[in-house]
């Protein structure tokens, strides 16, 4: 079973960046579709954005056009840059397959944006 590891999360002020990294054990050029999840306080896990083998991207509207999801197969990595962030993005971040691996999922790294 892969085993998923993120980081590069933070504190950061509304209009911010970060770039969020996703570690995997094993190699992600198996895995069809890797995805950026996340999940609010209160609110129910969400995909916000994924990226196939050949690299093509799908964002969540609300995203579109400040995330970007990227993936370094030679590293086994997925990314997240992360621009004009809103305090609406504060969550804790995720990544798994697309669709998800049941028992894959990391601990996460928090994002927390403030005004």
């Known amino acids: 079973q892969v085993q998923l590891v993120e980081s590069g999360g933070g504190l950061v002020q509304s209009g911010g960046s970060l770039r969020l990294s996703c570690a995997a054990s094993l190699p992600i050029s198996v895995i069809n579709a890797m995805g950026w999840y996340r999940q609010a306080p209160g609110k129910q896990r969400e995909l916000v954005a994924a990226?196939?083998?050949?690299?093509?991207?799908n964002y969540a509207d609300s995203v579109k056009g400040r995330f970007f999801i990227s993936r370094d197969d030679d590293k086994n990595t997925v990314y997240l840059q992360m621009n004009s962030l809103k305090p609406e993005d504060t969550a804790v971040y995720y990544c798994n397959a697309d669709p998800p691996l049941p028992g894959a999922w990391g601990k996460g790294t928090l994002v927390t944006v403030s005004l």
């Open positions: 990226i196939t083998k050949g690299s093509s991207t």
